[in-house]
Structures are given as C-alpha cells and as structure tokens.
C-alpha cells in the first residue's frame, strides 16, 4: 500500500481512529498488527482484536475483512505518541501521527436517571470549521450517536456548539439506565483518521444527591434530576388538609382547597383517585370534556375552589388538589373523601290553582 501518507493530526489528551485499508483478495488471510517505527525497527503496539474499545489498553485495532479496512483506536495521547507508525498486511503502509498540545480529556461524569445529562467537550481552534459528532462505545465498537446539524432517531440528544469558546455541548433529556456507558466527542472526518477529543464515563445513578424542601415538595435552589431521596419538612403552618364530604344525588359538591401563598402563581389542578392512580381531572384555565366540574381561584385568600354540578354516584371517591408541575415532583396540598348520598336534602314546593 506504498509511500508515507499525510501527517495524522490528533490531540495530546484525546484519541484518535486511524484506518488503514488494504487489498480484500491478497490479504484476507494474512496477520494484522499496528506498529511504531524506530530507526529500521518497527515495535508492534497492537494486534487484532474482538472490539475496538477495550477499557485497559490504549492501543487496540479490529479487522473488517468484508470491507478490507484496520481500525486502530489510540486513547488518552501523550507527545510519547508522535512518530511513524506502519499497519502490516503483508505490505506496507506508512501513517505519520501528529499532535496539538490543546484540549483533550478523559473524565468521569454521574447523571441521575429521568435528569438532564450535560457534557462540555472543548475542541481545537483547527476544527472550529468541521462537523462534530458524538460517538458511543457499543458492543465494543464506537457508533455515531449524533452529527452536529443533522436529525436524529433519538430526540433526547442534541449537540450545540460555542464557536467562540469553542466547546461542543452534549444534552441528554430524560437519562434512562440506557444512557450508562463510554461517550467520544470526535470530528466527522474521512476514512483514514478521526480525531477525538473526549472520552466521557458516564455513570448514571438511580439516586440523586438533591434535597427537596417545601410544605409538601418545592425546590431550594437545587434542580431536580432523577428518582430522589425526599426530605419533607413541614415549613408553613397553612394550609394542608384531609377531610371528608358530603354531597347529594343531583345536587352541587363545593370543595374549598386553601394553598401556599408560594404557589400562587403556579397552575392549579384536580385529581381523582381511580383504579389505584391519580388521574387528572381538570387543570384551572384549560378546557374540560366534563363541563360539570369547574375550577376557581381566589388570589386574595390563596384558596381553589372546586365545583361539581348534578352529582352523580359516579363521582364519589377521593380527589386531590394539587400543583400542575414537572415530572420529578406534584405538590398536593388538599385531600377531599367525597360521599355521594342517594337523599337530597332539597324541598319541593307545589302550589295547586
């Protein structure tokens, strides 16, 4: 495969991929390995494996004999790493490797899950102009997440970058257990190299280390992300009650729920317990398809009012009045034990001519 190619760039700190093609029909069966020149010796850094990615070595390389191509992943560069190196196929092919002394990481990062994962990666000036993508290590091998400017299968994910900081963002919404594993930052580059400037270990947890404080559940300056260990304190003397209720075959039900004056600004919601769940029932300002129940604020006295029109034995039950919230949390500062009565305590009056 002949005469020194040119120079590979890569990033002191970061990896990189080298490839190496050679002729599928002259060397499917011949020994592979990747090595580093010195003088007139060539000192084997790696031979063929199973995976490309393999957590304990530096050096690793696989073989597609169906597309006659040596992938060779280095990790964690060091200068040490500069010189010639030759991939071995039964002829030569000479790869010269280069470094820049900027920005390449390998670091460890916890995410929590249904929280929101963010990694920075900082890339070289050089590359402010090419695509960049996110790789993840699976199976082995390391397969393009996402490309910077393109759609993607898996909306959790975006990628943003700071061209002034030069800094690739990654987002990931709604962390799953899925999510857990080895992530590159990396230029969408060609078939003979692709710099990669971050190698991420992301770990995510099923606890998150956030404490969340408030009458029933606010937050105190700690964003909720995942499933949490919840610490209740009782920081208001308003407001919270448990109280059951009466109310009659085709008559009205009025329900008065008094909340937090630090939720006034907050939507304000009602739930039914039904089959075991909360379901709600109607979320005040929004349109209903039970035009019986309606939902009322009075800002003053901080109270929600709640009206049934023509009870039915259908609505009896236990209903809760809550906060329209996020995922993670839903403050509910009211609990109401309806009865329906088959008795009305209205009179008829009929006057005869």
């Known amino acids: ?34 090595c580093k020149m010195s003088g007139s010796e060539c000192t084997t850094m790696t031979e063929e494996k199973n995976d490309l990615w393999i957590p304990e070595e530096r050096f690793s390389m696989t073989d597609d004999k169906t597309l006659g191509l040596i992938s060779v992943l280095i990790r964690n560069l060091t200068v040490n790493d500069s010189g010639m190196y030759r991939c071995k196929d039964g002829s030569e092919w000479f790869q010269e490797v280069k470094f820049n002394s900027c920005c390449g990481t390998s670091e460890k990062q916890t995410a929590y899950i249904l929280g929101t994962a963010v990694i920075h990666c900082k890339y070289p000036e050089k590359y402010k102009d090419h695509l960049k993508q ?13 490309i910077v400017g393109s759609s993607t299968t898996n909306e959790r994910f975006s990628l943003n970058i700071n061209e002034q900081e030069h800094v690739l963002t990654v987002t990931i919404a709604y962390v799953s257990r899925h999510d857990d594993g080895v992530y590159f930052c990396g230029i969408y580059n060609n078939l003979i190299y692709t710099p990669l400037f971050s190698e991420i270990r992301l770990h995510v947890s099923g606890e998150s280390t956030c404490t969340l404080t408030s009458y029933v559940y606010s937050q105190d300056k700690c964003t909720p992300i995942g499933i949490m260990k919840l610490k209740l304190l009782v920081s208001e003397s308003c407001c919270g009650t448990s109280e059951e209720q009466t109310a009659y075959i085709l008559g009205t039900a009025v329900i008065h729920c008094k909340y937090p004056e630090k939720y006034k600004d907050h939507l304000k919601q009602l739930y039914k317990v039904q089959n075991g769940s909360l379901l709600s029932i109607h979320i005040v300002g929004s349109s209903t398809t039970n035009e ?62």
Request: net charge neutral; aromatic share 10%.
């Open 1 to 34: 495969m002949g005469d020194a190619a040119d120079p590979v760039p890569a990033i002191t700190g970061g990896s990189v991929i080298i490839n190496c093609m050679y002729n599928r029909e002259n060397a499917k069966t011949s020994a592979k390995s990747f």
């Open 134 to 146: 996110l790789y993840k290590v699976q199976n082995g091998s390391l397969l393009s997440i996402h």
């Open 292 to 353: 019986r129940f309606s939902l009322n604020i009075n800002e003053q006295e901080h109270v929600l009012t709640v009206t049934i029109a023509y009870v039915s034995r259908h609505d009896d039950g236990v209903y809760f009045c809550g906060i329209y919230n996020n995922l993670i949390y839903t403050p509910l500062f009211s609990e109401i034990r309806l009865h329906v009565s088959g008795e009305s305590t209205c009179t008829l009056t009929f006057c005869k001519r």
